[in-house]
């Protein structure tokens, strides 16, 4: 399989908390990286294999958008910008960020955008739950996850400038990059 030179990132998160602000900002700052938000990559692509109304949302057809993916995985410098991390496997990723937001500060988000009350509810009691961050740590390394606070620009700001420190280390410490074999 090889090796790749740069890290593989999963920003992940409730919807609205600023998983794509967060990507784009990190992205720009490091042109080095492509950023794929999953949803505008699987609609792109062919990967919706349904809608559940239920939700007013698309339903990824998971299994070709990991085959569509893998090449660019393996090759390093993805910023995978979703709701949900699970999905991908373990051996492609090297950092899980979380992003959380005050329920407050989430909910008024949500509701800009027009969701559906049944919507924001659903999100906001995900958000309470903790489900995003439960579900980053029961699928990854704990040591690879890291939980971010994004309410404001000084906090995304502050964030994007934490996650380019990391990828400073990740170079020092993988000068030869990675392996994307299983270990």
């Not at 890290?7 to 990507?23: D, F, Y």
């Not at 505008?40 to 057809?61: L, Q």
């Not at 299994?63 to 991908?88: M, Q």
């Not at 995003?132 to 309410?151: G, R, T």
Request: aromatic share 8%; hydrophobic share 35%.
């Amino acid at each position: 399989m090889g090796y790749r030179k740069l890290p593989n990132i999963i920003i992940t998160g409730t919807p609205g908390c600023g998983k794509t602000s967060h990507a784009e900002e990190f992205v720009s700052q490091n042109p080095e990286f492509q950023h794929i938000n999953v949803s505008d990559y699987a609609k792109a692509n062919g990967c919706i294999e349904g809608y559940d109304r239920e939700r007013d949302s698309s339903i990824v057809d998971e299994d070709k958008l990991l085959d569509l993916l893998e090449p660019l995985a393996e090759k390093g410098g993805l910023v995978i910008d979703w709701h949900c991390c699970e999905v991908f496997p373990e051996r492609w990723i090297d950092l899980v960020v979380v992003i959380r937001c005050d329920n407050t500060v989430l909910y008024e988000r949500l509701e800009k955008r027009g969701y559906k009350q049944s919507k924001i509810t659903e999100n906001v009691e995900c958000e309470i739950m903790q489900v995003l961050l439960s579900e980053a740590k029961d699928n990854y390394n704990p040591q690879i996850v890291v939980e971010l606070q994004s309410e404001d620009l000084d906090s995304l700001d502050s964030n994007v400038s934490r996650l380019g420190q990391w990828f400073e280390m990740w170079k020092e410490n993988n000068p030869d990059g990675v392996s994307n074999d299983l270990e």
